[in-house]
């Protein structure tokens, strides 16, 4: 195994990645930022110097399940205090699980400015072969910062990002409009989908071609084909998906890669269709066979039900890993909208999440015996689970949009997810729900005013997040930590670096709501 040693500064530099320029917050210069690659077994360090002036930040490795090493996982208030403007920090991780993965700030409320980018581990015999790879990120982008945004998210007149007060920008391809990508005649390509979006989720086709979902989240499932031409494939933010193209013989002609936002979670429950002009959902990028030959046109899509997309809660894990059980500790979280004070919030369970003052893995390791006592957390809807429990999660969403929700430290199966409007588990499934090797992933997307049951086996002790990907929300209090083994934890003896420790020395930093 090697050595990735990167030193990354953190600085803000102006794109225009649709033309409209704005200050993004960028690594070593650039943005897009870079992406970063390891093998698999490789240890990966990356020193980060903030150097943004005005803002604190910190990098989470989204999927990397930072097995006994909790404290590099990078989110702030959580595993670790916030890096203030002028204050470095080391990151330093095994890559032990290859796959498609994306790292982004977890310092609240920052990504949507730019602080994101591909994290691949190669795995040196993957389960399937392929000539070449392409990584495809599919975003939003708004030309307010997001300090602003989610400011004028949470005040009373608020709900800007749900479209009372749409904000200007629109969909990203790679994080740009009109791209190309050269493809050469009969070549199975591995297409890494990244959805590094922090409002709506993405649904995207590659036109005539068939694609073959191989990979999600950084589980290999059995090879699933979805036809070019019919359901567009869904992607949640924070889900990834790998998929094989094999690029026809005919060079004669080119091909659209169509990406449509997600118009369901963002314009559809405020019944604006279509949605305003500043702000274009629809992006498309181009298979390129032939340089002289026309492009397409681009399609446009407005009105997407559940039946335009494919379903991905019938991928099977290629390991067929068989459904956990029996259940050691079942959670059921009540999940809603709430006006607090004028203020637009999320609750579980009746508790917005505040930050606590201390991060929350620090509490686990220095509370001793009262480190399985929620009680030591604060406000940060603590969930404490025994080491080696087997435990599920039931998610009601009686919100009317719809929330991916993505777990810190694990994959976990997916065992049902029904369509919209179900209400809340009444402790049946669908019939031919869960299957015998349900799919296993670390983001699932939650239907509106409906459940969904996820499992894990506590076999990671640390202190992980629950929450809903999008920023807006998570900045707004719809948040759980799983203290995870808190009673090994605190036996445990963590050198936690120096530069860590330092960073509490500045805390608390400003946080958004
Ligand atoms: Cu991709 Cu808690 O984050």
Not at 29 to 57: F, H, M, Y
Not at 230 to 244: E, F, H, N
Not at 400 to 406: E, K, M, R, V
Request: charged share 15%; proline share 8%.
């Amino acid at each position: 195994a090697d050595v990735v040693n990167l030193h990354w500064n953190i600085t803000w530099v102006t794109a225009a990645p649709d033309g409209f320029a704005r200050p993004v917050i960028g690594i070593n210069g650039q943005w897009p930022c870079p992406e970063l690659r390891a093998k698999l077994g490789d240890q990966v360090i990356v020193t980060i110097d903030n150097q943004l002036g005005n803002q604190s930040t910190g990098l989470h490795w989204h999927g990397i399940h930072q097995t006994g090493t909790s404290y590099m996982d990078g989110a702030s208030g959580v595993s670790q205090c916030p890096v203030a403007p002028g204050q470095q920090f080391t990151y330093n991780w095994t890559a032990d699980a290859a796959g498609t993965y994306w790292y982004h700030s977890h310092d609240m409320g920052q990504y949507p400015d730019g602080l994101w980018g591909p994290l691949i581990i190669e795995d040196p015999n993957p389960p399937f072969e392929y000539d070449e790879e392409i990584i495809l990120t599919l975003s939003d982008w708004y030309h307010e910062q997001s300090a602003d945004l989610i400011s004028a998210y949470q005040s009373p007149s608020g709900e800007a990002l749900d479209g009372v007060a749409p904000p200007s920008g629109g969909a990203l391809m790679n994080s740009g409009k009109n791209i190309t990508i050269h493809v050469k005649p009969n070549k199975t390509y591995f297409i890494r989908v990244i959805c590094p979006a922090s409002y709506p989720g993405h649904a995207w086709l590659f036109q005539d071609h068939n694609q073959t979902t191989v990979e999600v989240d950084g589980t290999y499932v059995q090879p699933k084909e979805a036809n070019g031409n019919g359901l567009l494939t869904r992607i949640a933010p924070g889900q990834r998906q790998g998929v094989l193209i094999k690029t026809f013989n005919d060079t004669s002609k080119n091909y659209a890669i169509w990406d449509t936002m997600d118009v369901n979670m963002l314009f559809i429950n405020k019944g604006i269709i279509p949605p305003p002009m500043n702000y274009n959902t629809n992006v498309t990028g181009w298979l390129v066979y032939n340089e002289s030959a026309p492009l397409p046109d681009p399609p446009v899509f407005y009105s997407l039900g559940n039946a335009n997309f494919f379903d991905d809660l019938d991928y099977v894990p290629l390991d067929e890993e068989p459904l956990l059980e029996p259940v050691d500790h079942q959670i059921v979280l009540d999940t809603n909208s709430v006006n607090i004070s004028g203020i637009s919030r999320f609750e579980i369970n009746n508790y917005t999440y505040l930050p606590a003052k201390v991060p929350s893995f620090y509490s686990a390791i220095t509370t001793g015996n009262y480190s399985s006592d929620p009680e030591v957390y604060g406000h940060v809807n603590p969930i404490v689970v025994k080491k080696g429990e087997i435990i599920e999660i039931v998610i009601n969403n009686l919100n009317t949009n719809l929330h991916p929700w993505h777990m810190h430290g694990h994959q976990f199966q997916v065992l049902d997810r029904p369509d919209p409007m179900f209400g809340k588990f009444n402790g049946t499934f669908r019939t031919g729900y869960p299957h015998a090797a349900p799919v296993r992933r670390d983001t699932f997307m939650l239907q509106d005013q409906s459940w969904g049951v996820i499992r894990f086996k506590a076999d990671n002790p640390g202190v992980w997040l629950l929450h809903c990907h999008i920023e807006a929300h998570t900045s707004s209090g719809f948040v759980a930590t799983i203290i995870e083994a808190p009673e090994e934890l605190a036996q445990t003896n963590f050198r936690i670096p120096q530069d860590h420790i330092d960073a509490c020395k500045t805390y608390p930093m400003k946080y958004f709501g």
